[in-house]
T-cell receptor
């Protein structure tokens, strides 16, 4: 069965520090997708990135970067020069093809609460 | 930009009452989902819906839950007889489908069962 582990429950950093959020996953699928979502205090889920299992290139988007390593089943997320507005819960998720083949579901990790202090 | 909309944003109900949570998915999307997040916990899959029927459901989605797409635009989640442990944030999501389909989430409906 698929599983996503975010071992860091809470992280606190001071503004402008870099911070890395860890994500380790388990799946039997050869084709799968990995996601990161941000959940600010207001509660909505904000999509950050999707990465498929065949693309191990690291990705950078502004202050955000992602490191996908299939060999260690990890998909870590780094925020460079953190800001107070980055404070949120961050969820890593894994998407696999459902048994019906017609839809996919996301399995979420338990989330990492990031607090950026001014 | 198209978005998934959910109503109500917050509902308070008494245990044993029926609740209907409503969602309007993005108009050209084909797959619809409900997820649940108990306060402080992870987001959990409840059910997926495609071509007017349930594709998959989790163990959480027992007989007290049902989903419906009554009019081609709304997608509803009904909880027949609410229990205290149904208190959670319920997220609706939709996607066009296919293996590259990004899941778009609504802002959630918070259900409080007293």
């Amino acid at each position: 069965a698929q599983k996503v582990t975010q071992a860091q429950t809470e992280i606190s950093v001071v503004e402008k520090e870099d911070v890395t959020l860890d994500c380790v996953y388990e799946t039997r699928d050869t084709t799968y997708y990995l996601f990161w979502y941000k959940q600010p205090p207001s509660g909505e889920l904000v999509f950050l990135i999707r990465r498929n299992s065949f693309d191990e290139q690291n990705e950078i988007s502004g202050r955000y970067s992602w490191n996908f390593q299939k060999s260690t089943s990890s998909f870590n997320f780094t925020i460079t020069a953190s800001q107070v507005v980055d404070s949120a819960v961050y969820f890593c998720a894994l998407s696999e093809t459902l048994s019906s083949g017609s839809a996919r579901q996301l399995t979420f990790g338990s989330g990492t609460q990031l607090t950026v202090l001014p | 930009e198209p978005e998934v909309t959910q109503t109500p944003s917050h509902q308070v109900t008494q245990m044993g009452q029926e609740v209907i949570l409503r969602c309007v998915p993005i108009s050209n999307h084909l797959y619809f989902y409900w997820y649940r997040q108990i306060l402080g916990q992870k987001v959990e899959f409840l059910v997926s819906f495609y071509n007017n029927e349930i594709s998959e459901k989790s163990e959480i989605f027992d007989d007290q839950f049902s989903v419906e797409r009554p009019d081609g635009s709304n997608f509803t989640l009904k909880i027949r007889s609410t229990k205290l442990e149904d208190s959670a944030m319920y997220f609706c999501a939709s996607t066009r489908g296919g293996i590259t389909g990004e899941l778009f989430f609504g802002e959630g409906s918070r259900l409080t069962v007293l």
